[in-house]
């Protein structure tokens, strides 16, 4: 997908990418039969809105059907991973089949952006507090341990200190595994740009490190979890910091870190035992590769 319709009013996407404009099914499923007969394990659908996929053709074919007929169509790849989705384009059709396939990772990226639902008016999100954590619970019932993450903005013209604890109360509550924080920064050419009652700039951070502060200790929390369990994983490589140390990501996209192997296992799938986790990711012992 290229383009936005969704004109929030800190964002400048709309302006310089353009109106959403869905790829043809063809043209898609073309390449990730391509890229399945060249042996790729993993591809990742990208949209600014990636579920409003095919909205601009009325949905006759919606991203729920794309979904489905890529599993249908891959034979080597076996996580099929999109990114990023927009709360109240999910329905019911687009939650069943993510959580009927295996081969569609189990972990959502789903934007928050605040936890009052008067702060999400005034930034034009077309969903409320309470629309979004239904979606959060639809997939929670069907898939308990479905890795979540999220993006948040703090600071936002005339957020109250009751408005951002809102936002803090919905972190608690849902608890996601990961999250990308910000404090908000105006953008020339958009919306709230020209909004009245800016918060004080060492307000905004004040408010952004209290938010990562209470996210840090749930990631931790929920990373200590792993440890003692044998994760899959798909390796990509050496890390950046230490060529000894390997590194992949879990289907729920949990960095996982281990030993040098004692050969190239780049782009395979291989278990890991959990011994230590991190606020970053986490660590262990490989167990098992798989075959060539």
């Known amino acids: ?85 927009y709360p109240t384009n999910f329905n019911q059709k687009q939650i069943e089949v993510i959580s009927k396939y ?4 189990k972990h959502i990226h789903l934007p928050l952006q605040s936890g009052n639902n008067e702060i999400l008016r ?25 890795g979540l993450s999220t993006d948040i903005i703090v600071g936002f013209p005339t957020e109250t200190e009751e408005q951002f604890y809102d936002t803090l109360s919905v972190v608690e509550k849902v608890r996601f595994d990961q999250a990308f924080m910000f404090a ?29 502060e209470v996210q840090n200790k749930i990631t931790e929390e929920k990373n200590r979890e792993y440890v003692g369990k044998i994760v899959e994983i798909l390796v990509e490589g050496s890390t950046d910091k230490n060529p000894l140390m390997w590194e992949g990501r879990t289907e729920t996209n949990k ?8 050969k190239d296992i780049s782009g ?18 490989l167990i098992e590769v798989e075959s060539d």
């Open 184 to 212: 908000y920064s105006e953008r020339e050419g958009t919306k709230a740009a020209n909004y009245q009652g800016a918060i004080p700039y060492r307000e905004r951070l004040k408010r952004l490190y209290k938010l990562i």
């Open 1 to 85: 997908m290229f383009g936005c319709d969704y004109y929030c009013t800190f964002c400048i996407v709309p302006f310089t990418r353009g109106k959403m404009q869905s790829r043809s099914r063809e043209e898609i499923l073309k390449e990730v039969k391509n890229l399945d007969e060249k042996g790729y394990k993993e591809i990742i659908y990208l949209g600014q809105t990636v579920n409003a996929y095919g909205i601009d053709n009325k949905f006759q074919y919606d991203f729920a059907d794309l979904l489905e007929e890529t599993v249908s169509l891959v034979k080597n790849i076996r996580w099929i991973r999109f990114t990023s989705p």
């Open 122 to 146: 005034k930034m034009a999100r077309r969903y409320t507090v309470e629309q979004f954590l239904d979606v959060i619970s639809q997939f929670r019932e069907k898939n308990e341990y479905i």
């Open 102 to 105: 295996s081969k569609i990772a």
């Open 255 to 262: 960095i996982v870190v281990f030993n040098k192997p004692n």
């Open 268 to 285: 395979k799938f291989a278990k890991v035992k959990i011994n230590n986790s991190f606020l970053w990711g986490l660590e262990g012992e």
